[in-house]
């Protein structure tokens, strides 16, 4: 890739007549092509702990730099964080889950309504740019669709593109996955006026198998060549590729409801983070819990309990959280509970349960 393309003029910044004489070119009148990949779950465990040559060649040969997840460390407030390219405190997405204090309900973060911040979707119309969104998990589409003109989940894909492309796999397959990336290759030779793709995968591979395990060489070998046929398929593109978060083995999982009732420190509600329609992958069990009080009263005692929790490495009160980790203290919990590295919350019918070694694997609250 170090001939003139659409990319390295840009970067050398020649104007159009330059190019023109240059004779190595045709002359693009639109901005360049541009594909943003979310692959969900792909920790720098799995970057490392695989092949992957067409991206590791992109890594030496383009910008490559380990970044840190915005918190919690879930999908959704990733996702937003990435699409929006803003912090929770704006975007306002600050789980896969939150208390509906309206209602007095869990909800799903799943409705655009949400969503307080452009879209890069929104982004590129206002320059003219049209754009796809295309998704293994269909929750995407409702949360982040926004502005987008091709709007594709591969878990409730429409009969066009089932017939254009086969039938789409089960949302807890790496299959999916693979289908997803055809979608953006469909896109990308049949569509030339679309500027910009946004694929996102789903993480349930990464959550089943560690890096080392064959499934996931295969997972990510496959992603490899997709990558490959990208880059292909439209070499005057950018390609982008980000995560939303890593993930390890966890030991045990606090219902943070039942083990406050147990000692006495009873609170309204507490919600994990992570909580998402998927649980096959997870559960609903994540490493950082928001906890709603029944009166504000109730904080230094309650705030003390949860201190003493095995696992749990941090309560924060609301304007703590919200300060520190960028977050929109409107929706989050009267106190914010990190768990460490081995430790989760979630809904569990016993306070605390050790889980099994072949437990899957779930995102901590931050790396
Ligand atoms: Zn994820």
């Known amino acids: ?43 720098m465990e799995y970057l490392e702990g695989s092949a992957m040559p067409v991206l590791k060649k992109w890594a030496s040969e383009g910008i490559f730099a380990p970044v840190k997840a915005v918190m919690p460390s879930v999908t959704n407030c990733n996702n937003a964080s990435i699409c929006c390219g803003t912090w929770p405190s704006e975007h306002g997405v600050i789980g896969n889950s939150y208390f509906n204090q309206k209602t007095g309900q869990e909800d799903y973060m799943e409705d655009g309504t949400l969503l307080l911040a452009p879209t890069i979707f929104e982004r590129a119309k206002t320059h003219g740019v049209s754009s796809a969104l ?25 009969p066009e593109w089932e017939t254009r492309l086969g039938k789409a796999p089960g949302i807890y397959s790496r299959e999916i996955n693979y289908w997803i990336f055809e979608a953006a290759l469909n896109i990308l030779a049949d569509r030339t006026d679309i500027g910009l793709i946004y694929v996102h995968t789903t993480d349930y591979p990464m959550h089943m198998w560690p890096p080392e395990a064959t499934e996931s060489q295969e997972h990510l070998a496959k992603i490899d060549t997709l ?41 309204q509600i507490s919600i994990s983070a992570e909580r998402d329609k998927y649980v096959k992958h997870h559960r609903g069990m994540g490493g950082a819990a928001w906890v709603y009080l029944k009166q504000a009263g109730d904080l230094d005692k309650v705030r003390t309990v949860l201190s003493g929790l095995d696992g749990v490495e941090a309560v924060l009160t609301r304007a703590e959280a919200a300060e520190t980790y960028n977050l929109m203290a409107s929706r989050i919990g009267d106190l914010v509970v990190l768990g460490d590295k081995d430790t989760v919350f979630g809904d569990l019918d016993v306070p605390m349960e050790t889980l099994p070694q072949a437990s899957v694997l779930m995102a901590p609250y931050m790396n």
């Open 1 to 43: 890739m170090r001939e003139l393309t659409r990319r390295s003029v840009m970067a050398l910044g020649l104007g159009s007549s330059a190019l023109a004489a240059s004779g190595r070119i045709a002359l693009a009148a639109r901005p360049q092509r541009t594909v943003v990949v979310m692959f969900d779950g792909f920790g």
């Open 134 to 158: 295309l998704t293994s998990k269909k929750k995407t589409t409702t949360l982040l669709g926004r502005g987008a003109e091709i709007v594709l989940a591969a878990e409730t894909p429409s």
């Open 227 to 267: 990558l490959q046929r990208i880059s292909q398929a439209a070499p005057d593109a950018a390609v982008l590729l980000t995560a939303d978060h890593a993930m390890n083995f966890k030991k045990r999982c606090w219902d943070l409801d039942r083990a406050l009732e147990a000692r006495g420190t009873p609170v």
